[in-house]
């Protein structure tokens, strides 16, 4: 199921809000950990959920034309709704590197840093400061412990 539009605009709002105002740490700090958090969580599984199809719809496209899409867009059959990133409003983050896909959400952040994966989803560091670091869905980032 799709993200509750208003979910999905408040997630927008709180993001639109930071990149105005990316000094202000309190709003990041409600944005993640406030009472918001049930929407953070929720953006997040939708980004998974539709980072799915689109992995899946990649290695369709690579197998039937034989080379990895240059950008979402070219994909058959795949609907904008799918190629929107939940934290953006845009489309996923997309690129081929070492013709492979890179594929990531730009996260809590709501920015675009360049495919650097945090597993945390760039909430806040420990010492409370917001993380720039995106989500890496593909390819598949090694697990720290």
Sequence with gaps: SELPQEA???????VNEFKRDPDNHVLVRQFAFGGSRAIV???????????THLLYALHCEKNRTGKWPALLREIRGLSRV??????????F??????????????????????????????????????????????????HKR
Excluded at 8 to 14: C, D, G, H, N
Excluded at 82 to 91: E, L, N
Aim: proline content about 8%; overall charge negative.
């Design 82 to 91: 799918i190629r929107t990133d939940p934290f953006s409003g845009k489309d």
């Design 93 to 142: 983050c997309y690129r081929i590197e070492n013709d492979q896909p890179l594929l990531y959400s730009v996260a809590s952040n709501g920015r675009d840093d360049g495919g650097k994966h945090d597993p945390s989803w760039s909430e806040l560091d420990r010492n409370g400061q917001p993380v720039n670091a995106d989500y890496v869905f593909w390819p598949i980032q090694p």
């Design 8 to 14: 999905e605009s408040r997630v927008a709002r709180l």
């Design 41 to 51: 969580l929720s953006a997040r599984a939708e980004a998974t959920r539709r980072a």
